[in-house]
């Protein structure tokens, strides 16, 4: 799940973004109004967490903004002030939800997680291929039911392919979808990624190189 949270209060946003990425998520961060709204219209994410009040552009254009440019991003609303009428106001203009501060961390990460659910078509829990099973909320993955120890990245990447149900993705989208914008576009990290995650998931292989365009899940033969 890839993830941006603007926020312009420095110390709450880093903490929101080491607990999101503690969950496995790909998260970026947006100290103000104008580059939070450039990186939100630029890059498609899944969730949108969004201070209300913030400098440079208000949250309110930011999420306007974004309902109107059709994008399936969620928007989680951030704000000092938790009154029933700012709630109201927030949700007409388009926020998905609206979480007032102060607020425990765990209803945050619930509340991303649900929404990121309804950013994209609608997938089982649990994905299974053959004898491959993981399961999305719990953070685990097994094979012929031994588990398989996956570092972050290897378990998004096997997350997206299945997903996908056995269509292509390329690396370009591998790269957005499960790193973060500091990711360089020309390295080599998927590919290695892909390498060790292989490893780790053995023989018969489930993962399909398609050249020149990325790769996909197939039952073994």
Known sequence: ???????????????????????????DVAYDGAD?????????????VLDRDLPSKHGDEICADLVASGA?????????SGSVADRVEGLQIGADDY????????????????LGRRATPAAPPVLTIGDLVLDQAKRTATRA????????????????LLKAR?????????????WDANADPFT?????????????????????????AGYRTRLPQ
């Open 72 to 80: 399936l991003t969620r928007v989680l609303m951030l704000t000092a």
């Open 166 to 178: 056995g269509a292509v993705v390329s690396s370009e989208e591998l790269l957005e979808r499960v």
């Open 36 to 48: 939070g709204h450039e990186m939100a219209m630029v890059t498609r994410y899944d969730v949108v």
């Open 99 to 114: 979480l007032p501060k102060p607020f425990d961390f765990s209803e945050l990460v619930a509340r991303v997680q649900a």
């Open 145 to 160: 039911g031994q588990p398989l120890d996956l570092t972050r990245k290897e378990f998004g990447l096997l997350e997206e």
């Open 1 to 27: 799940m890839r993830v941006l949270v603007i926020e312009d209060e420095r110390s709450l946003a880093d903490a929101i973004v080491r607990g999101l990425r503690r969950q496995g998520m790909a998260v």
């Open 188 to 212: 080599t990290t998927v590919r290695v990624t892909m390498m060790t995650l292989r490893k780790k998931l053995g023989e018969p292989a489930l993962i399909e190189t398609v050249v020149g």
